[in-house]
């Protein structure tokens, strides 16, 4: 337990992260997991944040990325992280009827765009974080 708590409260602050290499990489990747794995006991009904710095994204529209789907658990994570560290740099967290998905995410101001993106990357929805509004595509 001590473990964990140091690690979920230790401040990572290596910028820019390009690439998942060496030492510093792993260092990043145990403690974003690990306070996102906190993040998503404290809000199980789902959140997305920017990552490294978990801070939730308040507006848009939310558009999973197809090369992330289906990802569960530590594994999915870890995969989602990889991902999302040198790309969209947007994690999302969701219930779906208990089951739990991580997906690296884009999130856009125009409903429009996103749409076309959810489409593109075969999404049967889109999510409207400021109106919490679920869009079937």
């Not at 992260?17 to 199980?44: D, R, S």
């Not at 990802?71 to 040198?86: C, M, N, R, T």
Request: net charge negative; proline share 4%; with cysteine.
């Amino acid at each position: 337990m001590f473990i964990t708590n140091f690690l979920l409260f230790l401040h990572c602050s290596f910028e820019p992260i390009t690439a998942p290499t060496g030492y510093k990489w792993h260092f990043i990747m145990i403690n974003i997991l690990v306070k996102l794995k906190y993040l998503a006991e404290e809000n199980p009904r789902g959140f997305t944040v920017y990552v490294p710095s978990l801070e939730p994204v308040k507006k848009g529209w939310v558009v999973a990325s197809i090369e992330t789907q289906n990802s569960f658990g530590d594994e999915g994570l870890e995969k989602v992280l990889k991902y999302a560290i040198p790309t969209t740099r947007i994690v999302g967290f969701w219930d779906n009827e208990g089951t739990f998905y991580w997906d690296a995410v884009m999130v856009f101001d125009n409903e429009e765009e996103a749409t076309e993106a959810g489409i593109a990357n075969e999404q049967i929805a889109i999510y409207n974080i400021e109106n919490n509004e679920l869009k079937m595509l």
